[in-house]
Every structure is written in structure tokens, then in C-alpha cells.
């Protein structure tokens, strides 16, 4: 029998977890995440981190299994994730994987473009040029050396941007000329699963989310991470509000009111990735025929 990958995928806060869960039990089989955050040990609340009940319920992986310390890629986890699909399926003929990072679920399906890996040393200064300098200075460092990736790239998300300026910086050629249009061809089938609520439910989810993780002791948790801030497992929304607090530039109640506003921000560019692929089926969550549904195609 060929084998199946269910990947399930949607913006943050909608559900994706609980319907994985359920998914998994019914194939009784495991689920892989494909979270570019829940992986680093150190990140619990603000990441929203399946809890131990879940975790117990069904094997996870990819989940508490580095550190904010560990340089970790979409190309780290393509890595990771084939070689514990090869053996989930010599156990199973079904696994899941589940989570928002889109470029991580690209991985996986497509793979990744050859870019050549770049200098510890040059990617921390480009770091630490763009916490002195913010988006104005990243902005600016792109459209001198990399218009082509200001032309086609993703202007609004730091990470990416900062991606690109370490590879021009260090090839002297765009990111995007490494970039390839041939899918990597997989030994198991791939079913992609997406999960959607209408905006205002979404928000509503995304706000209470905030106020709960909160608290449960986020303020605690990112105050805790505040000496690693420069790290980029902590470029992330839900701590650098957070730390700007600590850092007396910003008061609790607006870092608060910001962490939703950019929580919501985010959501919306994931189902923007995730839409432009016509692979994905969608479906409402909290429709209990749902995994009934998703369960059918297998």
C-alpha cells in the first residue's frame, strides 16, 4: 500500500492541533510538527506549544526538540521530517503533519532550493546591524544590494529579508537567482488539509488566545529569554513586544494590545501563503464531520 502524508496546515489560533490529534488517533499513527517555533525547549507559552495532554496523547515530534541556541532551517527540517516519515511508514501506512510555518510544509512536499549556507559571523552582524537599524536600515541594505528581491521578495517580514541580504552579501548574487521552479518528487503520497475560520471568529480566537497565554505566564517566560533577545529563535511575535517592556519602551497594556495586532497580522500572511497552493482542500474546523471528511480521502 502506498503511503500517505495528511498534512494539515492553517493560521494560528484555528484549531490545527486538535484536529491532528484526532486525525492521528483515528490512523493510530503520530504527527510530525511543522512549527518553525514549538521546536526550541525554551519556547512554551509563547508559541503555543501543544500541552502534556495532548503531547501524551498521541506521539509528537519536532516539538521541545532544540534549543534558542541551535541555527535551525526549513532545510533542517525537510531533513528531519523525511527521515522520521521513512520511519513512521515502516510502522504505519498514514502519518500526520501538522502546523502554520508554511515554508516548512514546502520543504517537506517540494523541497528546498540549493542556496549556499552562509557565515555564522556575517549572518550575526546582519543581525545585530538590523536590531540597531530596525526595517528602515533592512529595507534600505536590500534595495542597494538586492532589488531583485525588493522587486519579487517579502518587504514586510524581517526574517526572510535578512535572509536574502546574507546571501547577496555572500554570493554577491539575488537569493532569488537560486530560487528553482522543479518540485522534489516524494515516495508517499501527500494529502494537504487546510483549516479556515472567517475573520472575525479568527480574531476573536487570536485575542482570547493572547489574554490566555498571558495569563499562564508569558510576561514570566519572555522576561526569563530577555538576555538571548538577539537570538533569531526569539525574533518572534509574542516575546519582542515583551521585550520592549523590560527595556522600558513600551508599556504592558500596549505590548499586550500589539502582540494581537501582530498575531493577527501574521495569520493573515500564512493563509495568504497557503491559498496560493491548489493542492489544499479546506474545511471549517469546528465542523464536526471534518476529520470524518479529511479520514475519507486517505
Request: hydrophobic letters at 40%; one cysteine or more; aromatic letters at 8%.
Amino acid at each position: 500500500m502506498t503511503k500517505t502524508c495528511i498534512v494539515i496546515a492553517g493560521p494560528t489560533a484555528v484549531g490545527k492541533t486538535d484536529v491532528a490529534i484526532r486525525v492521528a488517533n483515528h490512523f493510530h499513527t503520530e504527527i510530525i510538527s511543522a512549527d518553525s517555533r514549538q521546536c526550541y525547549a525554551e519556547m512554551n507559552i509563547g508559541v503555543a506549544r501543544p500541552d502534556e495532554i495532548q503531547l501524551n496523547s498521541v506521539p509528537h515530534h519536532f516539538i521541545a526538540s532544540h534549543s534558542i541556541h541551535d541555527a535551525v532551517s526549513a532545510a533542517d527540517f525537510e531533513k528531519f521530517a523525511l527521515y522520521k516519515l521513512d520511519e513512521i511508514f515502516q510502522k504505519k501506512d498514514v502519518a500526520v503533519v501538522t502546523g502554520g510555518t508554511g515554508l516548512y510544509i514546502k520543504a517537506l512536499c517540494e523541497g528546498l532550493d540549493a542556496i549556499p549556507e552562509v557565515s555564522a559571523e556575517l549572518r550575526n552582524r546582519i543581525i545585530g546591524d538590523y536590531e540597531k537599524g530596525g526595517l528602515l536600515w533592512l529595507t534600505d541594505m536590500l534595495q542597494k544590494h538586492d532589488p531583485l528581491f525588493v522587486e519579487k521578495g517579502e518587504m514586510k517580514n524581517p526574517q526572510r529579508m535578512m535572509r536574502a541580504l546574507e546571501v547577496v552579501m555572500s554570493t554577491e548574487k539575488s537569493i532569488v537567482e537560486f530560487q528553482k521552479s522543479e518540485k522534489a518528487t516524494r515516495n508517499f503520497n501527500i494529502i494537504k488539509i487546510g483549516l479556515e475560520l472567517p475573520r472575525p471568529v479568527l480574531q476573536e480566537r487570536i485575542d482570547k488566545r493572547v489574554d490566555l497565554m498571558m495569563a499562564s505566564g508569558l510576561w514570566e517566560e519572555a522576561s526569563g529569554l530577555f538576555p538571548y533577545r538577539a537570538l533569531n529563535a526569539l525574533q518572534t511575535v509574542g516575546y519582542s513586544e515583551l521585550f520592549d517592556v523590560v527595556e522600558g519602551k513600551c508599556a504592558m497594556e500596549k505590548a499586550v494590545e500589539l502582540i494581537k495586532i501582530h498575531t493577527r497580522q501574521y495569520a493573515k500572511r500564512q493563509m495568504t501563503w497557503f491559498k496560493k497552493d491548489p493542492d489544499f482542500q479546506w474545511f471549517d474546523p469546528s465542523d464536526h464531520d471534518t476529520v470524518n471528511q479529511i479520514c475519507a480521502r486517505v
